[in-house]
């Protein structure tokens, strides 16, 4: 077949909150049905919460920002119809996103491979040329041999690991500085 | 256990670097190191599909989707439509394509643009269209104006609608935008031109087609989608049809 090179990415400049979570950007006559406001009712698993920002290089929070969730159910499951997408948009005053979903169950790749339980993160705003691909692990539920992390040096792993705290999880996104997040290109 | 789908490789090439020095906003949020490539896993060979049960009826016509009282939206009507398909040349179906856009006068119904144009009471700026067997998808709406934005000159966007794609899987996921044939402002705007290959500019860029304008009603524009491709392998256990 004809190979065709990919369209080219483009910034989702600072109003993406509009194309992708209408209601949240105050659009009175919104759509019948918002994608991914669901997770944790469309899956089966433990409730859990993962808060954080996304920080720029500046170390300012990102109020225009998006991020986007694919994740398993609490048995490793990936599921259709939508089931196991989210979208959490970053607050206009604080950036803060919430994440509201279950725990996702291990999965088991290609190889029988176990990868510890993660959500895969999309992350786009103004100033984010082409969609950055993350993960977040979790820190009392992660191996140590966990296929993926184990490719990354050591001081950068922290960066995808959501800490437990007394308010769920907390895990912020940095595209710049000391701490930058490692990204995938998948 | 059988094969997964492969995801082939991005090329960056036909893409804007993370960090674009005339496009200010990415100095402090394009990473600066380079991302970690790994072999495709389950996470990511699979991604969310949608049903058409989810589009409202109004959904692909922007020109009354956000109107009142039986309106419609002030400015030049038209049709975008197109094919998505894959590196391979596939077409893909049942694709969720989202679209925003400023309206006619180039301002956007946000609480942070404060352009001097107006706002239109029946123009809202958002639509979704789900792609059908073909891949095809069309949507109504009215052709954006130009507008300006912070970037340390006189800078102006060319029109644009700006889309957002799934595919099969989710690294397949997509944001980019639509530009209009003959806008003088696509070769002065950073944004555009972030992208260092000018075919794949160009390939962003909608043609008027004729062909499928509609006599004394709207103008077409044709605005073709690829996605990275991906093996033929069809998913195995661990994905749940519903």
Known sequence: MAKLPESASQTSGPYVHIGCVPEFAGLERGYQSQLGTSLRADLMGDPITVRGRIIDGMGDPVLDGLVEIWQPDGAGTFHTNGRGFGRAPSHAETGEFVIETVMPGAVIDQNGTLQSPHLALWIVARGINVGLHTRAYFSDNVADDDPILSMIEPTRRTTLIAQKGSNGYQLDIHLQGENETVFFDV | ?242
């Open chain 2, 1 to 242: 256990m059988s094969k997964l789908t492969d995801i082939a490789p991005r090329d960056f090439s036909l893409h804007p670097p993370r960090i674009a020095p005339d496009y200010r906003s990415s100095l402090s949020r394009g990473p600066i190191h380079k991302p970690i490539g790994f072999a495709t896993t389950m996470t990511e060979a699979t991604g969310p599909t949608f049903g058409h049960d989810v589009l409202g009826p109004n959904d692909h016509d922007l020109l009354i989707n956000h109107a009142v009282d039986g309106g419609s939206a002030i400015g030049p009507r038209i049709m975008v439509h197109g094919v998505l398909s894959d590196g391979d040349g596939r077409p893909v179906p049942n694709a969720l394509i989202e679209v925003w856009q400023a309206n006619a006068g180039g301002r956007y119904r946000h609480k942070k643009d404060a352009y001097l144009a107006p706002l239109d009471p029946n123009f809202g700026g958002c639509g979704r269209v789900i792609t059908g067997e073909d891949g095809s998808y069309s949507f109504r709406t009215v052709q954006p104006g130009a507008y300006p934005w912070p970037n340390g000159g006189n800078d102006w966007r060319p029109a644009h609608i700006h889309f957002s794609v799934f595919g099969m899987a989710f690294s397949q996921r997509l944001i980019t935008q639509m530009y209009f044939e003959g806008d003088p402002h696509i070769a002065l705007c950073p944004i555009a031109q972030s992208i260092p290959d000018a075919a794949a500019i160009d390939r962003l860029t909608a043609r008027l087609d004729m062909e499928a304008t509609v006599p004394m009603d709207i103008r077409a524009f044709r605005f073709d989608i690829v996605l990275r491709g991906r093996g033929a392998t069809l998913f195995e256990n661990q994905l749940e049809g519903t």
